[in-house]
């Protein structure tokens, strides 16, 4: 049978004391890490599901059966429409190929008039 002092096990014991301490501040480290990970996958998700809803309500919008003259007047009339420049101008300058340099904003009368001048 193999004995060993009471030095030896109590170096075993303050060694494995010393891993346990080891593995739990690397237990810790890991659960931060990994919460960290979920966050930022949750906030992709999120933003992933928003750009999805962006794109079925301008594919439904896109798709709509609806005539331009309808909007015109309501889009032109909004704020959006004499703002220099916002994000939903230049996704609208994409969209229609527009230069954004060279668009000039008018109101509906001021183009009514125009186009009437033009086609005469």
Not at 49 to 67: C, G, Q, S
Not at 99 to 108: E, G, H, Y
Request: charged residues 30%.
């Amino acid at each position: 049978m193999n004995c060993q002092n009471r030095d030896d096990l109590e170096f075993i014991i303050w060694r494995q004391a010393q891993e346990i301490e080891r593995l739990k501040g690397e237990n810790a480290w890991m659960r931060k890490n990994v919460a960290v990970v979920i966050e930022k996958d949750n906030e992709l998700v999120s933003e992933n599901r928003m750009l999805k809803e962006k794109i079925e309500t301008f594919e439904k919008a896109k798709n709509a059966n609806v005539p331009l003259a309808n909007h015109a007047d309501v889009f032109t009339k909004s704020s959006l429409w004499h703002q220099e420049q916002t994000e939903n101008n230049c996704l609208l300058d994409v969209i229609f190929k527009r230069n954004p340099d060279k668009t000039v904003r008018v109101p509906i009368t001021e183009a009514a008039i125009y186009v009437a001048k033009e086609l005469s």
